[in-house]
């Protein structure tokens, strides 16, 4: 009897506790259960996994039926727990990736190569989990796709801003914040715009803690770009409103040249993976992958 043919987009769901002792975290995991390609997904502040289900359908498309996908949403966020966008610190975060990062390694063999896609926020936690020497990454990993990562936020009242989150955070870490920007300023796809500010799973502010929290680990990883051992692309959008493009493209220049890919995108908004030509940026990500796992084979 013929082996009947995987749904691709099938998905299962899974959940663990956070390594904050309280929280449940949301996974869900697409397609093969004993994949070749093995790809990790990090998404940004506020939104969730499935805010990236374009991505995520083109990669099962054209990856085959070897690939698997992992996707949670980080405490806070989406179908996770914990106080919504509040974090009691970034290690939070950085050790939730590590748990994920276990249970994906359970579906793989020594054949499998996986590849970190992660943006904004996640692009901040992964950078903290491999490059600082508190932490680190055990699995292997053959790539890194960074999309607009979180190296510099922009601050709305420059430096002062970090002496106002300090005071506020003083008073009480989950006051909100009222967000600075909406979907018009993170893509130029009305319909991804419109997406964000009327999905009920993105909340519309930001604790201080949290604020408070990527502000300082940002400044954590800024110096820390020479360390990174990994095939890495950047992809970075020059019309970003909410983190700085001039810093992203100063720390990938820190890497070293053979193993790190810069691509410019000067006219694009901060979410590249929901801009109006994402199926192109896709396509540059995927010659990239396939090049670099042929390089790592």
């Not at 929280?23 to 997904?41: D, E, M, N």
């Not at 996770?80 to 509040?86: E, T």
């Not at 954590?220 to 890495?232: A, D």
């Not at 720390?251 to 006219?267: V, W």
């Amino acid at each position: 009897m013929a082996r009947p043919a995987l749904n691709l987009f099938s998905s299962r769901d899974h959940s663990l506790l956070s390594s904050d002792k309280e929280s449940q975290v949301f996974i869900r995991q697409y397609g093969s259960i004993k994949p070749k390609v093995h790809f990790l997904l990090v998404h940004g502040a506020l939104e969730y996994s499935l805010r990236h289900i374009d991505l995520i359908q083109f990669l099962l498309r054209n990856f085959g039926q070897d690939v698997a996908i992992t996707t949670w949403d980080h405490v806070g966020h989406g179908r996770s727990g914990g106080a919504r966008v509040f974090i009691p610190g970034f290690k939070v975060y950085v050790e939730d990736m590590n748990l994920v990062g276990e249970f994906a390694q359970s579906i793989n063999t020594s054949e499998t190569k996986t590849i970190i896609l992660a943006h904004s926020l996640g692009g901040l936690i992964t950078l903290t989990r491999i490059l600082d020497t508190a932490y680190g990454w055990k699995y292997p990993l053959h790539g890194l796709v960074l999309s607009s990562p979180c190296i510099r936020p922009r601050l709305v009242m420059g430096h002062s801003s970090e002496l106002i989150l300090e005071k506020l955070n003083h008073l009480s870490g989950k006051l909100h914040l009222p967000l600075i920007y909406n979907g018009k300023d993170l893509t130029r796809d009305p319909e991804r715009a419109n997406d964000f500010d009327s999905d009920t799973l993105i909340p519309h502010f930001i604790t201080v803690r949290m604020a408070k929290e990527v502000i300082e680990a940002s400044h954590r990883i800024r110096g820390l770009s020479y360390y990174l051992r990994v095939p890495s692309l950047f992809l970075i959008a020059g019309e970003d409103k909410v983190v700085d493009p001039e810093s992203t493209a100063l720390f990938a220049h820190g890497i070293e040249k053979r193993l790190t890919q810069i691509i410019h995108y000067p006219s694009h908004y901060h979410e590249l993976w929901n801009e109006i030509d994402r199926v192109q940026i896709f396509e540059t990500m995927k010659k990239w992958i396939e090049k670099t796992l042929k390089e790592n084979t």
